[in-house]
């Protein structure tokens, strides 16, 4: 059976262009960086190759705004806690939104249960988009933090974050935003967005897992999150991971070169498979803005049945996808992101997330649009709120 | 995740369907638990003859539903009526511990369907299932 | 020029085998673990499989005991942090000791000088030990952790971990072990050794870089440290570095199957470099305990000449060790190990680390005895202090 | 991290050794700073005609004695009292930021040379090089 990956939302292949990089420095160039002799001094050439790299792909100012980490969450963990202890004398409240990753809401949860912050999770519209002047209207006095996401992971959804980044720096308030799933595919530039912090992960665009890096401003306050070492200029400690930096330093250097070739064939790929799954099926809603959407994301709520089950059908049929359906992840309530959106419990148990990365073809999305319409004829006909 | 006997369930599920005149219909659950079980039997000399059933849910949802009909049918009414969700679970090898209980009702929905054919009124069990405690960072991976 | 390297505390080579392991999951088996598709369950299977190695070699007994991180400071970070956040209310007294690694030591700091912890530290003696006598009597009513290092990574002194952990059971207080430089090398089994927690690291025994794992026994109060999604049991969040850990597994099951055999080249290679060193260059000093001590580790005092310059020399003849001189760090003070088995500060200066790997060869050992005499007395030659 | 400049003064350094008979010497650091470097110099008419040193200390701060003393060499004392640390540095093509002070202080071992054989007396420089405040959390990586 050939088998078709539609969920680079989740993970992507690692470009073999990233693999090669890597390789010597398993068992060649293996030193530790921060060693002194001539194996560390490899590793740490390495590393500043693969800095200015990722620089670069983000726009930042200088080599030294950008710390390592191990994948999305650590940055925003890094960002969110790191800004909390440094300025909770100022202040304790945070500014986010309700459709932010897990990474962004339950760090927040955190410091509002166990840090005594106070946390605003803005609402979104029915295409989960934040509303810059509710951002505005909610800064207070004591608000230390505003951390709203490029790009959300479910609806693709992107928001406005150079306005709100306008806002932000006209308050004086510290601006992060989560651009774990915009970077390598949409142009992202921290000046013209205008943020302060901004978290990014090395697997979403073919990268490696487990590395990623955090942006952090010149002349941002922040504190540590891990402590040990002096490595990343005494701000984030362990031995560094040459490899996985080496490979996104790589994997940055192919995105800035493909960026605008990857996002028209994306588009044209999503746009075909959205107008596909319209055309073919009816009771279906698209979630997420129809424009302001990651080039690669396709969501769709199918009414009348569930999201577990159709990822088993196109599992049994070979498509990899994913769903916002409470079933995949064994908890009891769907997608807080679709919820936020308006959506029914019963719709949003519905959704399909098809995201296509630079691999996939025209033919698969064919193949998609061939296997889904059985799929959801099959389980609409056990459905019992189905009367087709 | 699943055993390869919940994946036949799954793939070929048994006893699809609604039953005109049905002596007996029982629905659990609701679209917002994510699982709704809707089962219609039909009965004669205390057996049950007939049994069908539709369902709304996820992969354990709709093969627990199908085993359920397939250990029921030819039954008699009470055999029928001692049949668990736990005994449904392990007649398909077992369920992901997550599943347990959100996704494994079909003893449940039979249970209706025979109070219904006996006359007896029940509530729906929706509730009960879904709303154990649960805690606030303890969400599925958003990925 | 051959190179020598003799840095394996530092960090080791990934051992060809763990590579070969990783290979699949880069491009290959890419899937998201949490994704439930098939490409998802593949990679969650290579966990398990990968755990289920790790488990056995540290001889807990259940697999769900072992979270993998993203290297042993952010499992020493996970543990410290994590019990202080979820004891706090009982207590806030951690004991430590004055050796410690950075990665316990800062994150000790940390929580005196931001949350209002108080920390002890145990001093040691001359040879690096601590004493357990002393660890029962620093415990108090309000002490809610001891974190005591299984082996000393700069003097390789092996700590008598399994009675300490006696008395923090018999007190009932929760027992932290960092054993990133022990696991791999010598016997670790978290049963024998009373430890509650225990911090590992792939790249010290031929693994991997930027994995690692933390032990939490069952039952063990813990907070998380990494906020987000569910991963690890909802324990610790991030998308799975599954190469990563996979090569880990690979590595546990590699150093498990050849533990004896190591440890007993490396004694041997060891024991030749001391008394080679010893019989071939005067007025030094060993640190760390002659017999309690890792098989790997060899570190001398060379007295007259400083550290940073004997590995310049080393390095330049192709040789690769390390130093606890402060000139290596950039910092002022040197080891605050070697500082706190009483050296002083000029001793300290010129100390130099060399540590063996299962790599090394006799012929090695044999160059650096040949290179290491020489460096000593061109460096003493040019020291104002040397009356040689 | 260091340039090759720096690397052919640790490997090839110029002047070592003492100078018996010297008309000055000069000494600074003390070995709990980590680094000592002492100068020797001979004076001849206010030429400085033959300068050695010796020292203990990292690689930077043998470079730093080796070229000083190439510097200066020939030159009049009044030149060789205008070095300054910072030329030493230049003179090298830059040394790390970490070593510019506190390995970097032969020229004032030079001073204190040329002091001695102008008969001026002066303090041990160490305490002011290297106690400058410093950070707990800021030491080196322990690998
Ligand atoms: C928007 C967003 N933020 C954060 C993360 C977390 O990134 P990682 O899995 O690299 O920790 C993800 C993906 O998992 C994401 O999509
Ligand atoms: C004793 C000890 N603890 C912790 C660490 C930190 O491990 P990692 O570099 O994997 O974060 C190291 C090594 O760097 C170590 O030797």
Do not use: W
């Not at chain 2, 609701?30 to 709704?36: R, T, V």
Request: aromatic share 4%.
């Amino acid at each position: 059976m050939t088998k078709v990956y539609m969920d680079n939302g989740a993970t992507t292949p690692v470009d073999p262009k990233v693999i090669e990089a890597m390789q010597p420095y398993f068992s060649e160039v293996y030193g530790n960086p921060s060693s002194f002799h001539s194996f560390g001094r490899e590793g740490r050439n390495a590393i500043t190759e693969a800095r200015d790299k990722v620089v670069e792909l983000i726009g930042a100012d200088y080599t030294k705004e950008l710390i390592f980490t191990s994948g999305g969450t650590e940055a925003d963990n890094y960002a969110i806690k790191g800004v909390a202890s440094a300025l909770e004398a100022k202040g304790k409240h945070i500014i986010t939104s309700a459709v932010e990753h897990h990474a962004v809401l339950h760090t927040c949860k955190y410091l509002e249960k166990r840090r005594g912050f106070e946390v605003t999770y803005l609402p979104v519209d029915e295409d989960g988009l934040v509303n810059p002047e509710d951002v505005k209207d909610a800064i207070r006095e004591d608000t230390i933090l505003i951390t709203i996401m490029m790009a959300n992971n479910e609806v693709g959804t992107i928001q406005p974050i150079a306005q709100i980044g306008e806002i932000a720096k006209e308050a004086g308030v510290t601006f992060h935003t989560d651009a774990v799933q915009a970077v390598g595919t949409i142009p992202v530039d921290v000046n013209e967005l205008n943020v302060d912090l901004l978290s990014l992960s090395g697997h979403k665009f073919n990268g490696p897992k487990g590395v990623g890096a955090l942006y952090i401003r010149k002349g941002t306050r922040i504190n540590k999150f891990m402590h040990g070492g002096a490595q990343e200029r005494n701000r984030r400690a362990t031995t560094e991971n040459v490899p996985a930096i080496v490979g996104l330093g790589k994997a940055a250097e192919i995105a800035m070169e493909g960026l605008e070739q990857k996002q028209e064939k994306l588009v044209s790929l999503r746009d075909k498979l959205i107008s596909g799954i319209e055309e073919r099926i009816d009771h279906i809603k698209l979630n997420g803005h129809r424009e302001k959407r990651l080039p690669g994301n396709v969501n769709v709520s199918i009414k009348y049945i569930e999201g577990e089950s159709i990822l088993m059908k196109l599992d049994l049929a070979g498509i990899a996808a994913s769903s916002g359906s409470a079933c995949t992840s064994g908890s009891l309530d769907p997608s807080h992101v679709l919820l936020s959106m308006g959506l029914t419990h019963e719709v949003a148990h519905g959704s399909l997330r098809l995201t296509l990365g630079k691999y996939n073809t025209k033919a698969e999305v064919d193949r998609v649009l061939e296997v889904l319409p059985k799929v959801v004829a099959d389980l609409r006909s056990m459905s019992p709120i189905y009367n087709g | 995740m699943y055993t390869d006997k919940v994946m036949d369930h799954f793939e070929n599920p048994r006893n699809v369907g609604e039953l005109e005149g049905a002596d007996g219909v029982g629905t659990v659950g609701n679209a917002k638990c994510g699982d709704i079980m809707k089962m219609y039997i039909k009965v004669a000399d205390d057996k049950i003859t007939d049994i069908k059933f539709k369902t709304f849910g996820c992969g354990a949802a709709i093969a627990t539903s199908s085993i359920a009909t397939e250990l029921v049918k030819g039954k008699s009414v009470k055999e029928a009526q001692e049949l668990t969700n736990k005994a449904v679970a392990e007649a398909l090898g077992g369920l992901p511990p997550a599943k347990m209980h959100c996704s494994n009702l079909a003893a449940d929905a039979l249970k209706k369907a025979i109070d219904n054919y006996l006359g007896l009124e029940t509530k729906n069990e929706c509730e009960d299932h879904h709303h154990h405690e649960h805690n606030d960072f303890d969400h599925g991976c958003s990925i």
